[in-house]
């Protein structure tokens, strides 16, 4: 009689090793479906596309600075994105930029689209004053 309940001890202790194994394998494939994407348009001030402008994507935890060079059309495409990070976004074609945006670790969405309408100038950089 012992030696039948160790052999359904015995079972059950692996059925639960592999319901736990399978389980983590389930989260750890979900990891991948949970990261983020921005996408959108830059446009000029009428609202037109601003072929060949720059949209900058910093991470705020890492500093790291992502860039993609508008097509035609005036579409962007980030992906790829930990939701556990923010972002910072904004775009720049000439003398013109957007203003930033914020892709906040708070925000639960997976797909975020953003307009990103060139309309302040640029500060100019300024050299450092010439020394004597």
């Known amino acids: 009689m012992k030696l039948r309940r ?3 001890f015995a079972v059950i202790a692996t059925l639960a090793l592999i319901t736990t194994a399978a389980s983590r394998a389930a989260q750890d494939g979900g ?11 830059a446009v000029d001030k009428q609202g037109n596309p601003a072929a060949s402008a720059v949209v900058y994507l910093e991470n705020m935890k890492t500093q790291e600075v ?3 060079i508008v097509s035609s059309d005036g579409t962007y495409h980030f992906s790829g994105l930990d939701p556990n990070v923010d972002y910072q976004l904004h775009g720049e074609k000439d003398d013109m ?24 100038k640029k500060a100019e950089k300024q050299s450092p004053p010439a020394r004597n």
């Open 6 to 8: 160790v052999g359904h």
């Open 31 to 41: 990891q991948e479906t949970r990261l983020r994407t921005v996408h959108g348009e």
């Open 66 to 68: 992502r860039t993609y």
């Open 97 to 120: 930029m957007s203003s930033t945006r914020t892709v906040s670790s708070y925000d639960s969405r997976r797909n975020m689209e953003f307009i990103l309408k060139l309309i302040h």
